[in-house]
T-cell receptor, first 116, second 116 residues
Framework: GAVVSQHPSRVICKSGTSVKIECRSL??????MFWYRQFPKQSLMLMAT?????????EQGVEKDKFLINHASLTLSTLTVTSAHPEDSSFYIC????????????FGAGTRLSVL | AQKVTQAQTEISVVEKEDVTLDCVYE???????LFWYKQPPSGELVFLIR??????QNEISGRYSWNFQKSTSSFNFTITASQVVDSAVYFC?????????????FGAGTQVVVTP
């Protein structure tokens, strides 16, 4: 299957700092990428849909100023958690849609964010 | 409202036993896709299968098999002769044509524990 790389895998930061998470499609170009959040022992919650060259589409209840998404190229989308607080601690996972098979999403390994 | 229901929170089996994971979905669209993903302890979601709404043929891939029944809105997943490496959380997901294509709605997941 297609390969999606996500970095970093784990980050620990102080409250008030910003954290950037990268999601790269390694062997295909992804016009659409997705960002999910997953709390322990819970399902994945879609945060936003990232479209190359345009603004991201955020799901209801997700603060766009808090979670900045940039999809500047066909292989890279970034999620920046701005002014992180302990309640932002979570597992963040990205996925990329395979062109021509839009409904199949391949996922990155996830980023575990811990805000102290 | 929850569109994908995975009623089983956790299933524990002994190695070599079969295990069936239930998935019931709800949609008004006639065109939709159903998916199963595996999330091992490492956290990365692994794509297992995609099925479109017009293809009710059951599918078998090695020890995995899927039973899609539109009449009962179910898309169940069976692991035959389970192995310890099958221990993971399994998610069923739905993508609807009426929604933004590509958006996945996940069920709550079923934790499968296979003991030697």
């Amino acid at each position: 299957g297609a390969v999606v790389s996500q970095h970093p895998s784990r980050v620990i930061c102080k409250s008030g700092t910003s954290v950037k998470i990268e999601c790269r499609s390694l062997d295909f170009q992804a016009t659409t990428m997705f960002w999910y959040r997953q709390f322990p022992k819970q399902s994945l919650m879609l945060m936003a849909t990232s479209n190359e060259g345009s603004k991201a589409t955020y799901e209801q209840g997700v603060e766009k100023d808090k979670f900045l998404i940039n999809h500047a190229s066909l292989t890279l989308s970034t999620l920046t958690v701005t002014s992180a607080h302990p309640e932002d601690s979570s597992f963040y996972i990205c996925s990329a849609a395979v062109p021509g098979a839009k409904n199949i999403q391949y996922f990155g390994a996830g980023t575990r964010l811990s805000v102290l | 409202a929850q569109k994908v229901t995975q009623a089983q929170t956790e299933i524990s089996v002994v190695e070599k036993e079969d295990v069936t994971l239930d998935c019931v979905y709800e949609t008004r669209d006639t065109t939709y896709y159903l998916f199963w993903y595996k999330q091992p302890p490492s956290g990365e979601l692994v794509f297992l299968i995609r099925r479109n709404s017009f293809d009710e043929q059951n599918e078998i891939s090695g020890r995995y098999s899927w039973n899609f029944q539109k009449s009962t809105s179910s898309f169940n997943f069976t692991i035959t002769a389970s192995q310890v490496v099958d221990s993971a959380v399994y998610f069923c997901a739905l993508s609807e044509a009426g929604d933004s294509w590509g958006k996945l709605q996940f069920g709550a997941g079923t934790q499968v524990v296979v003991t030697p």
